[in-house]
């Protein structure tokens, strides 16, 4: 299982200048994704990819995996 901080990234986008209004209006992540990523979600690997390519970070800077049976 993966967790993220959906806040962090937010704040983390914001600071590089990605807000809502801007990913939005640019058609980078729709309105729902938001939405799921704010909430901790569950976000495909491909939203998490775009979310890395804004951030030029790689997943595990924002994603932790826990090792469940």
Same mark, same amino acid.
């Given at each position: 299982m993966?967790?993220?901080d959906?806040?962090?990234?937010m704040e983390k986008?914001?600071?590089?200048g990605? +807000?809502?209004?801007?990913?939005?209006?640019?058609?980078? !992540?729709?309105?729902?994704t938001?939405?799921k *990523?704010k909430?901790?979600?569950?976000? +495909?690997l491909e939203t998490?990819?775009?979310?890395?390519? !804004?951030?030029?970070?790689?997943i595990s800077? *924002?994603?932790?995996?826990e090792?469940?049976?």
């Amino acid at each position: 299982m993966y967790k993220y901080d959906g806040k962090e990234i937010m704040e983390k986008l914001s600071n590089r200048g990605y +807000t809502t209004y801007k990913i939005r209006k640019e058609n980078i !992540l729709p309105q729902g994704t938001l939405t799921k *990523i704010k909430n901790g979600g569950n976000i +495909t690997l491909e939203t998490l990819n775009v979310i890395c390519c !804004l951030l030029k970070c790689q997943i595990s800077d *924002i994603v932790t995996i826990e090792i469940t049976e």
